[in-house]
């Protein structure tokens, strides 16, 4: 080999890894995209709060914000929409930008999130909705939902009087973003901040056809995912403010009672996480959760591992170590990882994929 082809070799190298490090993503991913960013669209101001989905024949969706006006959240902003992308290649390729949800200006709707019915094949999406010019301050809970893995989606329902009470029309509530999950027998089950009183679960044990409410309050907790144990029981784990670390509220009997603790292990700075559970034959039956690992700030975002039900938890991987707050994780139908996540202050919506191996080390 010549000294000019081995010159020309080293500056690729020195080149990619100055890429590597330009970018902060850990060493090792199989691979990293950003999805949504507003280079994409010059009519959108910004893209937030994101959605990660294996549909029922195993191909994801990722669902979003499109925030047209400014970057606030609902009830400061007119004109937000739900778009969407998909892949069928375990997150390789992905198709164009698509809109599941587009008001008319002064009605807005935010913070998408998604269960998968594998039994029925229907994917659901819910989002919470406002009309500004109308009713300024009122959530409204709508849904959507899919029968052919997110290529059509049905007309919005507002499920609000089935999933909260009439006195809270005032109150500030919404449907956590994220996703939530189906148990075993086939219970589709979420969550409903009201951050005045509690969180509540919500859920359907006819597969979407009506909804379900728990009139049990669960405190503290703002943002929260809830995910079946290995023994039936019910957890959910929370987002809670000020305090520095996630909390964890466990029912043993399908959410009418609640015992709850401080998970120190799982430190948090107060930000929407992400928890789904991964089987396989090489390394069991285990929790993986996804946050921005530290007390001070949305920063250091990471994915924990848990091999007795979120009893105990490893000290994770960190997959970007620079400013990243709200993420959505999945296992994908190879067997990998993939996590989608806002990052560097919503600049950026990346979806990465790696591999078990590469997240246990072994």
């Known amino acids: 080999m010549n000294k000019i082809l081995i010159g020309c070799l080293l500056l690729i190298a020195i080149s990619m890894n100055a890429l590597s490090q330009v970018s902060g993503l850990a060493e090792g991913l199989i691979s990293t995209q950003d999805l949504f960013n507003t280079s994409m669209n010059s009519t959108v101001f910004c893209y937030r709060i994101p959605s990660v989905l294996k549909a029922p024949n195993g191909d994801l969706i990722v669902a979003i914000d499109e925030r047209n006006l400014s970057c606030a959240d609902l009830k400061g902003n007119e004109n937000i929409n739900i778009v969407m992308r998909k892949s069928a290649d375990n ?30 094949g229907t994917v659901f999406l819910f989002y919470n909705y406002m009309d500004l010019n109308k009713e300024k301050d009122i959530y409204y809970i709508h849904v959507v939902k899919s029968t052919d893995n997110g290529e059509t989606w049905s007309k919005p329902e507002d499920i609000t009087s089935q999933i909260s009470k009439p006195e809270w029309k005032k109150d500030f509530k919404f449907v ?16 409903l901040v009201n951050l005045n009183k ?42 809670v403010n000020k305090l520095g670390m996630r909390v964890v509220h466990i029912s043993n009997d399908e959410g009418n009672t609640w015992l709850s603790r401080n998970e120190t292990s799982l430190i948090d700075p107060a930000c ?83 591999s078990m191996k590469w997240l246990m080390g072994k």
């Not at 938890?313 to 990243?324: C, E, P």
């Not at 709200?326 to 989608?340: M, R, T």
Request: glycine fraction near 10%; charge should be positive.
């Open 91 to 120: 997150g390789k390729t992905w198709s164009a930008i698509r809109t599941i949800i587009d008001f008319p200006l002064g009605m807005s709707a935010s913070d998408p999130s998604m269960i998968s019915d594998n039994q029925t």
């Open 272 to 354: 929407n996480g992400s928890i789904v559970r991964y089987k396989s034959k090489k390394y069991g039956n285990l929790l993986l959760f996804s946050n921005p690992n530290s007390k001070d700030g949305r920063k250091n975002l990471t994915v924990k591992v848990s091999a007795d039900d979120g009893k105990t938890w490893t000290a994770g991987k960190t997959i970007y170590g620079g400013a990243a707050a709200y993420s959505d994780i999945e296992v994908l139908k190879n067997g990998d990882i993939g996590l989608f996540f806002e990052k560097e202050e919503y600049k950026e919506n990346v979806f990465v994929r790696f």
């Open 176 to 191: 956590t973003s994220g996703k939530g999950t189906q148990t075993a027998s086939g219970l589709l089950l979420h969550t």
């Open 198 to 239: 509690g969180l509540h679960i919500f859920g359907s044990n006819d597969h979407g056809k009506t909804w379900f409410f728990k009139d049990t309050p669960i405190m503290p907790a703002d943002e929260s995912k809830i995910i079946e144990l290995n023994d039936g029981s019910w957890m959910v784990n929370s987002r």
